[in-house]
C-alpha cells in the first residue's frame, strides 16, 4: 500500500531556532518527491519538487533532502521566522498508466513562539 | 490576477441537500483536481479531469459529482448520497498531469452540516 508518513506530528520552537521534519515513504514506482507549506485554513503552496536522482534542494531558508534508498526526506527550517508556523506536508508521486498520482502526508504542524 | 478561485469561503449543508462547490483557474491549465483534507489526515483525490468534458474518480469519488464543460472551470457537487461532508475541500491545478507539474491551490472551502 502507498503510504506517506511524516514526523513529528506537531513541533513548537522559538523564533530564531532550526528545525528539522521528516518524511517517510513507501511508494511505487516513485517519480517525485515534493514539500508543500499549509497555512491555516489556506491551500498548500509548494516549496521543493525532487526526483530520484536529486539528494537535496533549497528555496531560501528551506532545505529538503532525499534518500531515495532508504526512502527517506527532511525538511530543514533555518532561522525560522514567525511566519514559518504552519503545516508542511511531504507528498510523493508516481507516475503510472498516464497519470501522476500524489499521495499526501499527513503533516507536521509547525508553530514558531517568540 | 492569475490563480485559483474558490467560492464560498464557508458553506453550510442541510440534510439531504445537494451543494456545488465553485472552482475556477485562469492558468489555462489543462487538469484540474479536487481534494478532501480532514483533520490528522492527508489530502484525499475526490476527481480529477485531464481535459475538457472529461473526468476520472479519484480515491473516495462516492457521494460527490464533478463536471467540466470549461478549462476554466471545474465545479463539484457535494450529494445528499455523502454521509459525512464535513471537511475542508481544496481544488487544484496543473499544466497537465505529468510528474514534473507542480499542482497549484485554491483558497479551498470549508463544507460544514446543519
Known amino acids: 500500500k502507498n503510504q506517506v508518513e511524516q514526523s513529528p506530528q506537531s513541533l513548537i520552537i522559538l523564533e530564531g531556532k532550526n528545525c528539522t521534519l521528516q518524511c517517510n515513504y513507501t511508494v511505487s514506482p516513485f517519480s517525485n518527491l515534493r514539500w508543500y507549506k499549509q497555512d491555516t485554513g489556506r491551500g498548500p503552496v509548494s516549496l521543493t519538487i525532487m526526483t530520484f536522482s536529486e539528494n537535496t534542494k533549497s528555496n531560501g531558508r528551506y532545505t529538503a533532502t532525499l534518500d531515495a534508498d532508504t526512502k527517506q526526506s527532511s525538511l530543514h527550517i533555518t532561522a525560522s521566522q514567525l511566519s514559518d508556523s504552519a503545516s508542511y506536508i511531504c507528498v510523493v508521486s508516481s507516475f503510472s498508466g498516464g497519470y501522476n498520482k500524489l499521495i499526501f502526508g499527513a503533516g507536521t504542524r509547525l508553530a514558531v513562539h517568540p | 490576477d492569475g490563480g485559483i478561485t474558490q467560492s464560498p469561503k464557508y458553506l453550510f449543508r442541510k440534510e439531504g441537500q445537494n451543494v456545488t462547490l465553485s472552482c475556477e483557474q485562469n492558468l489555462n491549465h489543462d487538469a484540474m483536481y479536487w481534494y478532501r483534507q480532514d483533520p490528522g489526515q492527508g489530502l484525499r483525490l475526490i476527481y480529477y479531469?485531464?481535459?475538457?468534458?472529461?473526468?476520472q474518480k479519484g480515491d473516495i469519488a462516492e457521494g460527490y459529482s464533478v463536471s467540466r464543460e470549461k478549462k476554466e472551470s471545474f465545479p463539484l457537487t457535494v450529494t445528499s448520497a455523502q454521509k459525512n461532508p464535513t471537511a475542508f475541500y481544496l481544488c487544484?491545478?496543473?499544466?497537465?498531469?505529468?510528474?514534473?507539474?507542480?499542482?497549484?491551490f485554491g483558497a479551498g472551502t470549508r463544507l460544514s452540516v446543519l
Open positions: 479531469s485531464q481535459i475538457v468534458n472529461d473526468f
Open positions: 487544484a491545478s496543473s499544466k497537465e498531469t505529468m510528474p514534473k507539474n507542480i499542482q497549484y
